[in-house]
């Protein structure tokens, strides 16, 4: 194994191509697992909820770099979920898990999660960074609250800056969503290699474009409507997605051949 090259070790991995109505079985078996274990992916969601309204009132002055914080919270969505992909696996081998099956899955044997959370945590900060540029450097007037933004960037008519904010970050979140899409919970399942892991996520999305885009589309559709919702709504959305993932993962690749972590 170690001697593989990462492209060698990612065609172990036997892939399926998916139709355009497995997203949505997708997210009614999320759904199902969430009516199964609510307390771990409930006390998941509540984290994520407390940070982002942690964020809120830290930045509430600063809209400029709030707007690409929370946007930027779509690059690192597939690190949070890792704990409450272990309770899908759990659940889909007859076992019932607890917090202490999510939190396990915080605590692996080696450092890929780690390196890739790295990776994610890097992208996402380059995007708040990149975000908060554009905005300050383009916008015709300060942006400090929401109602700046809908004024000064979104619904300006003279400018199109909210065009080019949207364009950039879609160019730059569609590579980390093709990166991560099964390449989290296949590491958590199998020895694989980070860049491995990776190239087999690409070559999911890349077997199936259309329904990956779509499924991609729904992600970021729910995780937006959680936010408009004062974030309440990610208390909810967070371990359903999560767990939708997961299914999402079993059926892109349903066999490796390559170890199983213990």
């Given at each position: 194994m170690p001697s593989e090259s990462a492209l060698e070790q990612s065609r172990r991995c036997r892939l399926t191509p998916v139709s355009w109505e497995q997203p949505f079985l997708w997210l009614a078996?999320?759904?199902?697992?969430?009516?199964?274990?609510?307390?771990?992916?409930?006390?998941?969601?509540?984290?994520?909820?407390?940070?982002?309204?942690?964020?809120?009132?830290?930045?509430?002055?600063?809209?400029?770099?709030?707007?690409g914080a929370f946007s930027g919270f779509l690059f690192i969505g597939p690190l949070a979920a890792t704990g409450l992909y272990a309770v899908s696996r759990a659940l889909e081998r007859g076992r019932q898990p607890t917090l202490g099956t999510?939190?396990?899955?915080?605590?692996?044997?080696?450092?890929?999660?780690?390196?890739?959370?790295?990776?994610?945590?890097?992208?996402?900060t380059g995007w708040v960074l990149t975000s908060a540029s554009l905005i300050t450097a383009f916008a015709p007037q300060p942006v400090r609250d929401p109602v700046d933004f809908l004024h000064v960037v979104v619904l300006n008519e003279r400018s199109w800056l909210?065009?080019?904010?949207?364009?950039?970050?879609?160019v730059l979140v569609a590579p980390v969503y093709a990166s991560s899409v099964v390449a989290i919970p296949l590491m958590l399942e199998r020895r694989i290699g980070v860049l491995a892991a990776v190239l087999t996520s690409w070559r999911a999305v890349m077997l199936s474009p259309g329904p990956m885009a779509l499924w991609g589309a729904l992600l970021m559709a729910i995780t937006l409507l959680g936010m408009s919702t004062l974030l309440l709504g990610l208390i909810v959305a967070v371990p359903w997605l999560s767990y939708a993932s997961w299914h999402a993962y079993r059926d892109l690749v349903p066999q490796a051949d390559l170890p199983q972590v213990d």
């Open positions: 078996r999320g759904w199902r697992d969430l009516l199964r274990a609510p307390l771990p992916g409930l006390l998941h969601g509540l984290a994520v909820t407390s940070f982002g309204l942690l964020l809120l009132w830290l930045a509430h002055r600063h809209f400029w770099l709030l707007a999510a939190l396990a899955a915080w605590h692996p044997k080696d450092h890929r999660l780690v390196l890739f959370g790295l990776l994610l945590a890097a992208a996402g909210f065009e080019a904010w949207l364009s950039l970050g879609g």
